[in-house]
């Protein structure tokens, strides 16, 4: 399954025009006929989100940062998320805990 055609792919148009001209020339008891075309289709959407999320996702170290001071200056802390869990002992104890049920599990996965 595929997104909507109608919307627009600017990457995508000529994989897009061939299917619709392939779909309206073939027979509909040839359902594997455009199979191909639709097989370059889904690969082209797929370069074209990575694409988009590569443009979106650019300057996300910054965007963290600026979420990270504000919410840091509206609750009053000076001190960030990431900073708090490291220096908190339940959750250090637990994430060990998490470590080695997962070291346990993994090491029965091989005998």
């Known amino acids: 399954?595929?997104?909507?055609?109608?919307?627009?792919?600017?990457?995508?148009?000529?994989?897009?025009?061939?299917?619709?001209?392939?779909?309206?020339?073939?027979?509909?008891?040839?359902?594997?006929?455009?199979?191909?075309?639709?097989?370059?289709?889904?690969k082209c959407f797929k370069m074209e989100k990575q694409e988009l999320l590569k443009q979106i996702n650019s300057d996300y170290d910054e965007k963290r940062k600026q979420e990270d001071e504000a919410l840091r200056d509206a609750i009053g802390h000076e001190q960030s998320f990431e900073d708090f869990l490291k220096n908190d002992k339940t959750y250090l104890?637990?994430?060990?805990?998490?470590?080695?049920?997962?070291?346990?599990?993994?090491?029965?996965?091989?005998?």
């Open 93 to 111: 104890k637990e994430m060990e805990a998490a470590k080695k049920s997962t070291r346990v599990y993994s090491d029965k996965a091989f005998s």
């Open 1 to 42: 399954m595929h997104p909507p055609l109608d919307r627009p792919h600017p990457m995508c148009q000529d994989e897009i025009e061939k299917l619709r001209t392939c779909h309206a020339t073939q027979s509909k008891l040839k359902f594997w006929a455009c199979n191909e075309l639709k097989f370059a289709l889904d």
